[in-house]
Nanobody, 122 residues
């Protein structure tokens, strides 16, 4: 079955940087929009940004704008989320998800990665 696979994340000190990558088990990501979400314990899943299939980024929260960027690497068939100047409040499980058009609506995305934990702590 087709799968969306995430890698990266981990533990970093405040002010540090981390990268998450979103890939597949074979099918191409080139035609999909890629949304990034996060969910902390006790909180709702939050839409962060979305990369369109024309590689335009839309931000859905000011809390990550200027710190998080997303890029597509068609040669590697991956989409990466680069996170810098990380704060403790960024601690969450991060998800990538696939859709045909960008939206902040969770229901718009049909295929999801398994999630990767990011912990920002000193």
């Amino acid at each position: 079955q087709a799968q969306v696979v995430e890698s990266g994340g981990g533990l970093v000190q405040p002010g540090g940087s981390l990268r998450l990558s979103c890939g597949t088990n074979g099918f191409s990501l080139a035609y999909y929009t890629i949304g990034w979400f996060r969910q902390a314990p006790g909180k709702e899943r939050e839409a962060l940004l979305c990369l369109s299939n024309s590689d335009e980024t839309t931000y859905y929260t000011d809390s990550v704008k200027g710190r998080f960027t997303v890029s597509r690497d068609n040669a590697r068939n991956t989409v990466s989320l680069q996170m810098k100047s990380l704060k403790p409040e960024d601690t969450a499980v991060y998800y990538c998800a696939l859709a045909l058009t960008c939206s902040s609506d969770i229901g718009n995305f049909g295929s999801w990665g398994q999630g990767r934990l990011v912990v920002v702590s000193s």
